[in-house]
């Protein structure tokens, strides 16, 4: 697996690096935010691992002219920011994973894997290539999603869960079955993180259409639903 990371503290960047290299991964590496988003859009990595915080432009930053390219690579941010509001921030831009500083390595490597399998494999897999559900389309060769013809750009995490929903369309899925499909078994359940994902991805699929797809059951989850 191809990591790029991007991260300013030269001593955090040697320890990782080489602790990602014996453990299999080939890792590109770099110590401002400019030249990371240049080596982004040259080379094709697995997985981006990056900073917030950081010369030439913020992780924020980064990640936002990256989606703007059309570049789906899972993102993940490392940072001391543990606010909700700096996750929703990092979520809202793109970002598809959010660590927060201090860590353990074996947690990294655990999310870097995730993304890295959702982006080489589509999850749950079925012998269509497109799935309708009202006005709504998925296309799992081109990873892309529509609403009444209208292209709807979603991350790759936002992506994988949109198409639980619609794999399972009618069905309610509690918070533990979203975790465990969508994120890891080791998923911290606990945080709001499924939540803030939700609010996300129904301003893309929902909120400049009249007929709400993505519904809340009180107590027991979420459901795709059309309701006239």
């Known amino acids: 697996m191809k990591l790029l990371l991007i991260e300013d503290e030269p001593k955090t960047v040697q320890s990782l690096s080489q602790g990602l290299k014996e453990n299999g991964f080939e890792v590109d590496f770099c110590y401002d935010g400019s030249l990371g988003l240049h080596m982004a859009k040259k080379d094709t990595y697995d997985v981006i691992v990056s900073d917030i915080i950081m010369p030439g432009i913020n992780g924020i930053e980064l990640c936002k002219e990256l989606r703007k390219e059309g570049i789906t690579t899972p993102i993940l941010m490392l940072t001391a920011l543990g606010d909700l509001q700096d996750k929703v921030q990092g979520f809202d831009a793109g970002a598809d994973d959010y660590l927060i500083k201090p860590f353990e390595f074996v947690e990294l490597m655990m999310r870097i894997r995730a993304l890295g399998r959702r982006s080489s494999t589509v999850p ?29 750009a979603l991350t790759a995490k936002e992506f994988s869960l949109m198409e639980m929903f619609i794999r399972n369309q009618g069905k309610v899925l509690s918070k533990t079955e979203i975790a465990e499909k969508v994120w890891d078994l080791n998923f911290d359940s606990g945080t709001n993180v499924i939540e803030v994902y939700i609010n996300l991805l129904r301003k893309k699929i929902d909120k400049d259409f009249p007929q709400k797809l993505i519904h809340n059951v009180y107590g027991m989850g979420y459901v795709l639903k059309n309701e006239e």
């Open 124 to 152: 749950f897999t079925n012998s269509k290539n497109t799935i309708h559900f009202a006005d709504l389309e998925m296309n799992f060769d081109t990873k892309t999603a529509t609403r009444s013809g209208h292209k709807i």
